[in-house]
């Protein structure tokens, strides 16, 4: 896979994490995460790690070309939305203690996420 279509993937992969709403207290989950991306088809590669970046709770993104927003809550149920140019994707899923699982989808892909605390 070219580095143009890594950097699309992994930005629609980080579009596909949006967080559930949450308090803004200090999460369990704060801290540095990879999350490593993985597309159900070919055409949209064939996985990305992304850096992201937990703080009270709220997610952010560590690569300049990759922006992540959304939300942890207490119990660990993650929403992600990443971001790169005019690509989105989100995502859903739940941390525990230091790992994590989920789904994200975009508007022409869709797939799995797993994240590891770093």
């Given at each position: 896979?070219n580095g143009f279509?890594?950097?699309?993937?992994?930005?629609?992969?980080a579009?596909?994490?949006?967080?559930?709403q949450a308090?803004?207290?200090t999460?369990n989950?704060?801290?540095?995460?990879?999350?490593?991306?993985a597309?159900?088809?070919?055409?949209c590669?064939?996985?990305?790690?992304?850096?992201i970046?937990?703080?009270n709770?709220q997610?952010?993104?560590?690569?300049?070309?990759?922006?992540a927003?959304?939300r942890v809550?207490?119990a660990?149920s993650?929403?992600?939305?990443?971001?790169?140019g005019?690509?989105?994707?989100?995502g859903f899923?739940?941390?525990?203690?230091?790992s994590?699982?989920?789904t994200w989808?975009g508007p022409?892909?869709?797939?799995?996420w797993t994240?590891?605390?770093?």
């Open positions: 896979m279509r890594k950097a699309l993937f992994a930005t629609i992969v579009v596909a994490f949006p967080l559930t308090g803004a207290a999460s989950f704060d801290g540095a995460w990879n999350v490593r991306i597309s159900s088809s070919e055409t590669g064939n996985g990305a790690t992304v850096s970046g937990i703080s709770g997610i952010a993104s560590s690569n300049a070309a990759v922006s927003s959304g809550a207490d660990g993650i929403n992600v939305t990443l971001s790169t005019i690509k989105r994707a989100v899923g739940r941390l525990s203690g230091t994590g699982s989920g989808r022409m892909c869709k797939g799995t994240a590891e605390r770093m």
